[in-house]
T-cell receptor, first 112, second 111 residues
Framework: GENVEQHPSTLSVQEGDSAVIKCTYS??????FPWYKQELGKRPQLIID???NVGEKKDQRIAVTLNKTAKHFSLHITETQPEDSAVYFC???????????WGAGTKLIIKP | DSGVTQTPKHLITATGQRVTLRCSPR?????VYWYQQSLDQGLQFLIQ???????AKGNILERFSAQQFPDLHSELNLSSLELGDSALYFC??????????FGPGTRLTVT
């Protein structure tokens, strides 16, 4: 079946450094790729998304890049801050019912 | 605040029991999705409804069922509960696109 692989499962970076999380998807028909941030005990929150007609999108310190040929997309966080510590999930659209298939999540730890 | 509401916030019940979780989507959203998240695990998609009709099914157990009512709120029914059903249950809603907005979740503890 269709799947999304997300790496790494845990990422520890020094405060102020950059963090990169990568996802690979299998359904070549996927055309929507969101990223969600989930703080401990809280709801997942949409932080940025990209559609297949765009290669890169930025919003302040976060950016997402998409390589449709290779079927992978990445989340980039620059100048990391303690409040960036959370679990990040990637997802890709599948089918025609606005359904998403999810990556397993990356726990991002920002070291002071 | 995403505009999606879920009740109750917490639920503690015993094995073998049945519970109902409730979700109200954002105003105007027609789709409701249910997810299960066990401790330190990812999001497991259970089921999706669109305007009252089931649209997609994921890894939903036969002991679980859901429905979406004419006012678009949705309920997830969990029966014959087992210890392994203890988890956070999220619902999310969307307005006919893939952008999903999550509710605060219901934490279910089965003892």
């Amino acid at each position: 079946g269709e799947n999304v692989e997300q790496h790494p499962s845990t990422l520890s970076v020094q405060e102020g450094d950059s963090a990169v999380i990568k996802c690979t998807y299998s359904d070549s028909a996927s055309n929507y790729f969101p990223w969600y941030k989930q703080e401990l005990g809280k709801r997942p929150q949409l932080i940025i998304d990209i559609r297949s007609n765009v290669g890169e999108k930025k919003d302040q310190r976060i950016a997402v890049t998409l390589n449709k040929t290779a079927k992978h997309f990445s989340l980039h966080i620059t100048e990391t801050q303690p409040e960036d510590s959370a679990v990040y999930f990637c997802a890709a659209s599948i089918g025609s019912n606005y359904q998403l298939i999810w990556g397993a999540g990356t726990k991002l730890i920002i070291k002071p | 605040d995403s505009g999606v509401t879920q009740t109750p916030k917490h639920l503690i019940t015993a094995t073998g029991q049945r519970v109902t979780l409730r979700c109200s989507p954002r105003s105007g959203d027609l789709s409701v999705y249910w997810y299960q998240q066990s401790l330190d695990q990812g999001l497991q998609f259970l089921i999706q409804y669109y305007n009252g009709e089931e649209r997609a099914k994921g890894n939903i157990l036969e002991r679980f069922s859901a429905q979406q009512f004419p006012d678009l709120h949705s309920e997830l029914n969990l029966s014959s509960l087992e210890l392994g059903d203890s988890a956070l249950y999220f619902c999310a809603s969307s307005r006919g696109s893939e952008e999903q907005y999550f509710g605060p979740g219901t934490r279910l503890t089965v003892t």
